[in-house]
């Protein structure tokens, strides 16, 4: 599924995919894909001119954590912790970065949706319009990173239950 939001100095608006040359006249767009299907991440690959390497990354998952600059733009994998019942599971995220556009693909993670649908409610708008999709990349690095505490946090409960 791909979902799109544009933003600029006025504001936040969400695009059908179908709509995507006018969200990038709009200003810097977010193209979250979440369970994204080949045909959609080709249809990508072809409109952003996207690095074969990255592609069959996406592709192919069980990568490592990494940041690749391309001519065009920047490709990062990241890994996110997630509670699935009592096993902490990672699940990736592929990032794509240019200076108005982020991509990200990802099987479907919370708090990469959280952070969309934030960005669609207004919740973040204050600081994004002067900020470019670098901003974008940022908050979903922080996002991550904060999932980490969390997991963390339970761990280190768990380790003072034991010792006592």
């Known amino acids: 599924m791909i979902k799109i939001i544009a933003y600029n100095v006025g504001g936040q608006k969400e695009y059908e995919p179908t709509a995507l040359d006018d969200a990038l006249n709009f200003g810097t767009v977010w193209i979250n894909l979440v369970n994204p299907t080949k045909k959609e ?20 998952k069980g990568q ?13 994998v990241l890994h996110a912790l997630k509670r699935v019942d009592s096993e902490v599971k990672l699940e990736e995220i592929f990032v794509f970065l240019t200076d ?40 979903i690095i922080d996002a991550i990173v904060d999932g980490y505490f969390v997991i963390l946090d339970e761990v280190e409960d768990k380790i003072s239950t034991l010792e006592e």
């Not at 490592?64 to 990062?76: G, N, P, Q, S, V």
């Not at 999709?133 to 908050?139: K, Y």
């Open 64 to 76: 490592r954590t990494k940041i690749e600059d391309y001519e065009t733009h920047l490709f990062a």
């Open 41 to 60: 991440i080709r249809f990508l690959q072809e409109k952003f001119q996207l690095h074969q390497l990255a592609i069959e990354d996406v592709l192919h």
């Open 100 to 139: 108005k556009l982020l991509i990200s693909i990802h099987d479907d993670l919370n708090v990469i949706n959280d952070i969309f649908a934030r960005m669609l409610k207004g919740g973040i708008r204050h600081t994004l319009p002067s900020q470019g999709s670098d901003f974008l990349f940022h908050l």
